[in-house]
Structures are given as structure tokens and as C-alpha cells.
């Protein structure tokens, strides 16, 4: 294996749970105020000579999975609901590159999941294959170097989307000098493999996607896409990885250091303990021919599209383009909508879109997180405010227990775990399926570039649908309405017995008395 950082086991880290995060949280304000105290604002990286390249500049060479996705014409299409199949996936898909592996994340954390992941991408890269990682710059402070020493191997490259000037212990305070410039993320998950098979959805990298983390695991939805759709998968990435704000790492910092024994000895041990017990005594090739198999039988061909934001959002494109999706005839609810949403905020034109659905007849379900089970409070905070609202049009709203039966579910690794719902998934009418990266608040709409698979097929939206059933169960989220004097009603299940409550699950007088006071901040449109 060729040289990484000495820092490689931390190179990937992040704050424990805060993905999806909001552009102003309790630790980004400190870093803000401290750089106001401390330093100036320095200007984003520009890069002049950067080259252009392309998901289908190298031929794919012929594998079974080539062979696969070239089997039909169209696309194939195949839910990745369970935690551990999410993660596997991505790692046989690793593997199994010949030719080019395209990888494009918001977070990638250093932990178990993120370790053998990168594992099997440098492993990738020693057989030849062209590997091009984009990452989202704003919870990478302070790996720089490990992303050059990457970006050193012959077969890697290493961009960051919308770094910030100021690399130092004050990099977040940024967004104190330039906000408008800074507040712009890159959303998008991708992970494409020879240009013909595409993981998308809402996953990041790191255990709490995956079912590993022993405190805290996330409910999300993933789908393999391959054939045509993985081809306009291919396109996206490279719109984003040769816009002007994906930045050479190279160009940012200078320093890489080889990898030690000790290093490698982590990585190597990291992929070991993601194995599945079932292919610890198989050879590698058999596992992943085991699982190509599995995979094939259970794929749906189908019609697919790629829905994704621009690389350039601007006062020219103020709307993310899932806002013109969703007044497409096509995509119009004439029956039912049913919509999983990490984080909701459903300020500007959202909760009129809602209510015009409603009015013409049709039932909308909503589910999101609850105090108990979002990563973010000041999210939930806005959220509050909004439930009324919601119950008012009709709309059926939901919130995510934390504790209930999908923690139990999630809890991949014998610990008492919580559950959070980083879904973004929506079935329209029980005929259209959309998984991806959008959630329904002013981050996701304004700020965030965010990609989706839009699979137009009533099989492919029951399984959606049956996998999102289980979520809306009474004994894993509160279904909530209003009483008589027009209160918020909690209700749902807890060990079989009905449980009916007035305040917000699991809260205290001051949790609801600090939401109240951040209501009171202009922080609603950046979150």
C-alpha cells in the first residue's frame, strides 16, 4: 500500500453525530466569535491550471459487473434499507472497481465503517483504478495533509468543495466574514463504480449510518442504481468535480507523511471487524461473488433519473432544484404522499405546497425527528413552532421516538442504543419513489446543493413503502394532534401499553424554555 498520513485514523473524524448540521451551531458560534477576537477572514482558494476529467474518460474493462449492468438496456434499480447491507455494499463495490471509482460525500468519519472503507478505496487504487474523492470541506478541518498524502498516490485525486481561505484552529470563523460565500455546502452522496453501479441516498460514511455506533445509529435509506442511471450519476459527479469550487487539495497545503506499520496494521484491522461473520472464513473473492449474486436477483429494471442541484447556486438559482420537482405534473400527489425528513423546517413555500395537497384531496404523512432523537437542537427548536401549522392543513405528522422499537432494530452491536432518522425519502401515490439527500428546511432548499433517485415504478415504491412503515409504528414514533383547546398530543406505544403525553418526549422545562430563546435569534433561514 502505497503512503498515507501518520494522521490517517483521525483524518477522517468529525464531531460524534453532527452531520446534516445547520451553518450556525453552539460550537461553530464559539469558533466564530474566537476568529472575530483573533484573525481575519481569509479568501477562498482560487486554483487556475486545475484539470478537467470525466467518469467515462476510461473504458470500463470487462468484470461481472460490467456485465451486469450491461445485461439489460435501462436501469437497474435495488433498495438498501438495512444498516449492514449499506455498508457492505459499499465495500464490495470497492473491490470490485476496474477501471475508475468516483466518491463523493458531505462527511466521511474516521471510525471503523470510515477506515475500512478507505481501505478498500487505496486497495482500489493499487490495482490501477482511477479514484477521484470530493468532499464537502466543512467538517474536514484539520486533515489536510492526510487528504494530500492520499492525493500523492499516482491513482488518487483529492478535491474539497467550497474550502475556506483560513485552515487553522479558527477555520469555521469563515462564516462570521463571509456567509454567503461559506453557508453554500455540497450535500451530495455518490458513490459510482466503473461508471455503471451508483450508491445514492443519504448516508454518509461512518459507523452511526451503518448500525455500529454503540450509542447513537441513524435509520437512513440507501438504493444501488446501475445501467444509464449510474451513466447520468456519472455526470453529476463530474459537474460538481470540475466546478470552480472543487479545489485540488494540493492547492490548499503542503505536507504528507508516509504511513507507518502501525498505521496500516489499523486499517487492515478496521476492514476486519466491518467483515460480516458469515465471510470471515470465505475468501474475499467468493464473499463478493456471493453478494454480486444476492445483488442481481433482487434487482428491479426499471425507469430511473437522477435529480440534482447545480454546483453554482447563486441569487440566479435561489431555489434548490427538488422545488421544481415537486410542482411537476408527474410527481403531483393525487392520492397520498408519505415523506421521511431528518430535519423540517417548512418555512417559505413549504407549508402552502402542503396544504394545497391536502386540500385537493390527498393524504400526506410525515415523519421526522422528535427532542428525543435529533442531533440537533436548535433544528428542532424551529421545528416546534411549525407543528400547529402542520396539523391545521391535515397533514398526518409523526415524530421519531429514539428509544422505541427502531433503536432496537438499528442496534446492530449489543449496546442500548438510541435511534435518529436521517432518511430523506419520499412515495408519491404508491408509484414514485424518491431517495436522497434533501431534507425540508432552508438548508436543503437555499444553502445545500442535494442530489436524488427518482425510480418511477410501484414495486419499487411498495418496498420503499414497507421498509417506512415500520418507522410510522406506534411503537416506534409519536403520532401527534391537537385536543380540544387546540394542545399538542403525543401519542404511541411503549412495551405494548398506549402512551399519551402533552410535552415534547423526553424534554425538560428548560430544553423547551432554551428552544424558545433560539426562536427568538435570525437563525431559521440558515439551518
Known amino acids: 500500500m502505497l503512503p498515507l498520513s501518520d494522521s490517517i485514523t483521525a483524518m477522517l473524524t468529525c464531531e460524534p453525530h453532527s452531520t446534516e448540521a445547520s451553518a450556525l451551531n453552539w460550537r461553530r458560534a464559539c469558533f466564530i466569535l474566537a476568529g472575530v477576537l483573533l484573525s481575519a477572514c481569509a479568501a477562498s482558494p482560487q486554483v487556475s491550471d486545475k484539470s478537467l476529467s470525466h467518469f467515462n474518460d476510461r473504458a470500463a474493462v470487462e468484470s461481472p459487473l460490467v456485465a451486469l449492468a450491461t445485461s439489460h438496456a435501462g436501469s437497474g434499480v435495488s433498495l438498501l434499507a438495512d444498516p449492514a447491507d449499506a455498508l457492505q455494499s459499499r465495500l464490495h463495490f470497492a473491490a470490485m472497481a476496474q477501471s475508475t471509482l468516483d466518491v463523493q460525500y458531505y462527511l466521511w468519519q474516521g471510525d471503523d465503517s470510515g477506515l475500512a472503507l478507505t481501505q478498500e478505496v487505496l486497495l482500489a487504487a493499487d490495482r490501477g483504478v482511477r479514484v477521484r474523492i470530493l468532499l464537502d470541506d466543512i467538517y474536514h478541518s484539520g486533515r489536510d495533509s492526510a487528504y494530500q498524502t492520499l492525493d500523492t498516490h499516482p491513482n488518487v485525486e483529492v478535491r474539497l468543495f467550497n474550502p475556506m481561505g483560513n485552515r487553522g484552529a479558527t477555520k469555521q470563523s469563515n462564516y462570521a466574514f463571509g456567509k454567503s460565500t461559506f453557508n453554500y455546502r455540497m450535500h451530495n452522496k455518490i458513490f459510482l463504480v466503473d461508471g455503471v453501479a451508483a450508491i445514492l441516498g443519504g448516508r454518509n460514511i461512518g459507523d452511526e449510518y451503518f448500525g455500529r455506533d454503540t450509542s447513537f445509529n441513524f435509520q437512513d435509506m440507501d438504493a444501488i442504481a446501475i445501467g444509464e442511471v449510474a451513466a447520468d450519476t456519472g455526470e453529476a459527479f463530474d459537474v460538481f468535480w470540475n466546478a470552480e469550487l472543487a479545489i485540488p487539495v494540493s492547492a490548499l497545503t503542503q505536507g504528507a507523511n508516509h ?243 402533552t410535552k415534547d418526549p423526553g424534554s425538560s422545562w428548560w430544553d423547551r424554555f432554551l428552544w424558545g430563546m433560539l426562536r427568538l435569534l435570525p437563525l431559521e433561514n440558515e439551518l
Not at 269 to 297: G, K
Open 259 to 501: 504511513i507507518t506499520e502501525e498505521q496500516t496494521a489499523r486499517l487492515v484491522a478496521a476492514r476486519e471487524r466491518v467483515r460480516p461473520a458469515v465471510e470471515r472464513n470465505q475468501a474475499a473473492s467468493a464473499a463478493r461473488a456471493d453478494w454480486l449474486a444476492t445483488f442481481a436477483r433482487g434487482l428491479l429494471w426499471t425507469e430511473a433519473e437522477i435529480l440534482v442541484d447545480r454546483p453554482d447556486r447563486s441569487d440566479d438559482y435561489p431555489d434548490s432544484a427538488f422545488m421544481t420537482f415537486i410542482h411537476d405534473a408527474h410527481a403531483q400527489p393525487r392520492e397520498s404522499a408519505v415523506i421521511q425528513t431528518a430535519y423540517l423546517i417548512p418555512n417559505g413555500p413549504t407549508v402552502a405546497n402542503l396544504e394545497r395537497l391536502t386540500s385537493a384531496g390527498a393524504t400526506v404523512r410525515i415523519l421526522t425527528n422528535s427532542a428525543k432523537s435529533n442531533n440537533h437542537g436548535s433544528v428542532h427548536a424551529y421545528y416546534a413552532g411549525y407543528r400547529k401549522a402542520l396539523l391545521t392543513t391535515g397533514i398526518d405528522l409523526y415524530e421519531l421516538q429514539g428509544k422505541g422499537s427502531l433503536a432496537a432494530y438499528l442496534d446492530r452491536v449489543g449496546e442500548d442504543a438510541h435511534a435518529g432518522l436521517h432518511t430523506k425519502a419520499m412515495v408519491i401515490d404508491d408509484r414514485v419513489a424518491v431517495i436522497g439527500s434533501y431534507n425540508m428546511d432552508p438548508r436543503s432548499r437555499v444553502w445545500n446543493s442535494e442530489i436524488a433517485l427518482i425510480v418511477r415504478d410501484p414495486d419499487f415504491a411498495r418496498q420503499v413503502l414497507q421498509e417506512m412503515e415500520r418507522d410510522f409504528a406506534p411503537e416506534a414514533s409519536w403520532r401527534l394532534s391537537l385536543d380540544d383547546t387546540g394542545a399538542l398530543v403525543w401519542t404511541g406505544e411503549s412495551e405494548d401499553e398506549l402512551v399519551q403525553l
